[in-house]
Nanobody
Framework: QVQLVESGGGLVQAGGSLRLSCAASGRTFSLHAMGWFRQAPGKEREFVAAISWTGSRTYYADSVKGRFTISRDNAKNTVYLQMNSLKPEDTAVYYC????????????????????WGQGTQVTVSS
């Protein structure tokens, strides 16, 4: 089993920045890619960003490209999401996720390909 714990959420004004962290524990040697998803009230969960195991490949939703950066530190079993130029529409609960097996290409953006999920951290951007 793998446990994922997010941190770093909070309240920030529009234009501000936050950095989310996701610490993995348990059978972390089995992890491959890691991803971030978010869910706003009344909306479906959507893909935000993902990173391959080596960190050589990153993927972003169009809505966050150029503003968010995903990175990872495998020595610490931690993935980060640096969020800059935040907008009110970025308000959501942000979830860290990891698949049980290797994924590739379009699968990085599909929540159904991820098996392990954190409890989520709230990000609120005020206008």
């Amino acid at each position: 089993q793998v446990q994922l714990v997010e941190s770093g959420g909070g309240l920030v004004q529009a234009g501000g920045s936050l950095r989310l962290s996701c610490a993995a524990s348990g059978r972390t040697f089995s992890l491959h890619a890691m991803g971030w998803f978010r869910q706003a009230p009344g909306k479906e969960r959507e893909f935000v960003a993902a990173i391959s195991w080596t960190g050589s490949r990153t993927y972003y939703a169009d809505s966050v490209k150029g503003r968010f950066t995903i990175s990872r530190d495998n020595a610490k079993n931690t993935v980060y999401l640096q969020m800059n130029s935040l907008k009110p529409e970025d308000t959501a609960v942000y979830y860290c996720a990891a698949p049980r097996s290797a994924i590739t290409g379009w699968e990085f953006g599909s929540s159904s390909k991820y098996d392990y999920w954190g409890q989520g951290t709230q990000v609120t951007v005020s206008s």
